[in-house]
């Protein structure tokens, strides 16, 4: 029953005022900020799943809404608006992507062209999610639902579920836990359902990319769960939502995959917050092995992650290299927050060196 209600519910809820003092989420695909509420002792907070193609909110994939003859002749003014805006968010010029996506969605209320207008408001959801400004995403992610579920989209559809899993989001930075763990929950057993429906399902009839789509939205589910969980020291639930979602990343995208080495970290995290510093190693090991194969973009923090758990297992001078490397990464790579953060570790590993002779 909460499966079958949640969305519509979660579109007729009110926006809250965001919390004074809160920081404001980061970008979706932006690394490099340390989770919320955290000692410092083991890491950074990011979102890294690959998005479901094919979904309302994908920024990156084609405008699979609109006409293909419109969209490959260019002349269409909406989709130019919102190729322009994409561009923007992916140049990380969010005011100019909303000014372009206010003028797109203008023009779209004009023509009466209901896909532009649930594309672009979902569009603008994410750029105000991006920007921090969570009532307005919650309103916008709210009214592209409504136009979808007005339509003929289920409710267990990738797009209203991924946008369901965004407002979890919203209530979980807003410390609205009710609705945070609400969401999550509606999110994850949907997907689980979802999933074992397809299962058996020919390719002629749902295509293999398709099912692994869905697999990966409940992979970012879980990894999203995760962090919230970890976030309010929930530490053995978030355990379990962590190996699922790297279960899910080692199957459908590989060992080797950038997804699967971050979640092999955070996994690592969790352990080494719980006292299981030795299983935390052998995990956070293998990902900085797999870090270093691949020239993975996060090593310096995955090296972050090692050394923390090395000193935590009182390895003190391994720790120091180690960090030493992550350092010299962070500093390579121009991420002025990460070298802060190494930094203040070195110092709180010199002084559990001196406390322990």
């Known amino acids: 029953m909460l499966a079958a209600a949640l969305p519509r519910v979660l579109c007729r809820l009110s ?31 990011r979102r890294r799943w690959a998005r479901p193609v094919g979904g309302a909110l994908c920024f990156l994939g084609a405008f699979s809404l609109f006409p293909r003859d419109a969209e490959e002749d260019g002349e269409d003014a909406i989709i130019l608006l919102l190729k322009r805006a994409k561009l923007s968010v992916m140049k990380g010029e969010l005011g100019e992507a909303e000014k372009l996506l206010h003028e ?68 979980a930075a807003q410390k609205q836990h009710k609705l945070a763990l609400a969401g999550y929950e509606f999110c994850i057993l949907t997907l689980e359902e ?75 995290t969790v352990l080494d917050a719980q006292g299981h510093h030795d299983e935390a190693y052998s995990y956070v090991k293998r990902a900085a092995e797999l870090a270093k194969e691949t020239q993975h973009p996060e090593e310096h923090m995955v090296l972050n992650n090692l050394a923390a758990i090395l000193m935590h297992k009182e390895d003190f001078l391994q720790a120091k290299q180690v960090y030493k490397e992550a ?23 010199a002084k559990r060196r001196k406390g322990s002779k």
């Not at 307005?136 to 579920?149: F, G, H, I, T, V």
């Open 15 to 45: 926006a809250r005022r965001y919390p004074a003092g809160l920081r404001p989420p980061r970008a979706a695909w932006r690394g490099g900020a340390r989770a919320e509420g955290g000692s410092g002792r083991t890491g950074f907070e």
């Open 104 to 171: 797109a969605l203008r023009l779209s209320h004009q023509s009466e062209n209901r896909k532009a207008i649930i594309y672009t408001y979902s569009m603008m959801a994410n750029v105000a999610f991006m920007q921090g400004q969570l009532d307005n995403a919650e309103k916008l992610y709210k009214a592209s639902m409504s136009y979808l579920l007005a339509g003929d989209t289920k409710e267990d559809d990738n797009a209203i579920l991924e946008m369901s899993l965004k407002l979890a989001s919203i209530y």
């Open 194 to 268: 979802k999933i074992a429906k397809q299962k058996d399902l020919p390719e002629d009839v749902l295509p293999a990319e398709e099912k692994a789509n869905t697999r990966l939205l409940l992979g970012m589910s879980l990894d999203s769960y995760a962090r919230y969980l970890l976030n309010i020291n929930q530490l053995s639930a978030a355990q379990k939502m962590y190996e699922k979602a790297l279960q899910i990343s080692k199957d459908v995208q590989g060992e080797t995959h950038a997804q699967t080495v971050v979640l092999m970290s955070d996994l690592a």
């Open 327 to 349: 350092l010299k990464q962070a500093q390579q790579k121009g991420d002025v927050a990460s070298v802060q953060h190494i930094q203040e570790e070195l110092a709180e590993l």
